[in-house]
């Protein structure tokens, strides 16, 4: 099976812009998590979406969301970028997102806001 | 929420040592520990994981141990080799449901050959 994808791999905004990035689960997979990265903060677990619909969150601003289509491909939007908003994000994909499945992690997306 | 220390934040080690990686959480309510490896400029991909109904978990080189009593969860890899220098975190997530973690800033283990 191919792995999980993200498209685009590197991506250069300004301050105040919006940006969409991509994610493509392994087949088969419903859940896909996104995670951001950051020297600073480390690995942070931003949502995760099951069957188009999200079902979880974590504790970021409402700037940062997301969707999930019928084919399980899922997109990340953040608008009104910020400086700190620079990062690597992860998405991971799992058949149901249970804590007996392993994560599979895509290369990432890494977002440079200027 | 949970909140997740590791340390050290970076441990250099001889080929063959063994290496140890400490993490601590706050919410009694997580049960389910898993440890990533991160290349540098790869992907994190899971190497161990450990539940809380279990005090240890073995696969080959690697072992993780868990006291929920103290919470605290280690790593800990034996007779290191140069292929292990990675950056090595540690999550904790209650289960029952969704995996939703909360990870600790990592470790960067340098292998020196």
């Known amino acids: 099976k191919a792995g999980v994808t993200q498209t685009p791999r590197y991506l250069i905004k300004t301050r105040g812009q919006q940006v969409t990035l991509s994610c493509s689960p392994i087949s088969g997979h419903r859940s896909v998590s996104w995670y951001q990265q950051t020297p600073g903060q480390g690995l942070q677990f931003l949502f995760e979406?099951?069957?188009?619909?999200?079902?979880n969150k974590g504790n970021f601003p409402g700037r940062f969301s997301g969707r999930q289509f019928s084919n399980s491909r899922s997109e990340m939007n953040v608008s009104t970028l910020e400086l700190g908003d620079s990062a690597l994000y992860l998405c991971a994909s799992s058949p149901t997102g249970t804590l007996r499945e392993t994560q599979y992690f895509g290369p990432g997306t890494r977002l440079l806001v200027l | 929420g949970e909140n997740v220390e590791q340390h050290p934040s970076t441990l250099s080690v001889q080929e063959g040592d063994s290496a140890v990686i400490k993490c601590t959480y706050s919410?009694?309510?997580?049960?389910?520990f898993p440890w990533y490896k991160q290349e540098l400029g790869k992907r994190p991909q899971l190497i161990i994981d450990?539940?809380?109904?279990?005090g240890e978990k073995k696969d080959q080189r690697i072992a993780v141990t868990l006291n929920k009593t103290a919470k605290h969860f280690s790593l800990h890899i034996t007779e290191t080799q140069p292929e292990d220098s990675a950056v090595y975190f540690c999550a904790a997530s209650i289960s029952g449901g969704s995996y939703i973690p909360t990870f600790g800033r990592g470790t960067s283990l340098i292998v020196h050959p």
């Open positions: 919410d009694s309510a997580s049960n389910y």
């Open positions: 979406y099951f069957s188009e619909t999200q079902r």
């Open positions: 450990i539940r809380s109904n279990v």
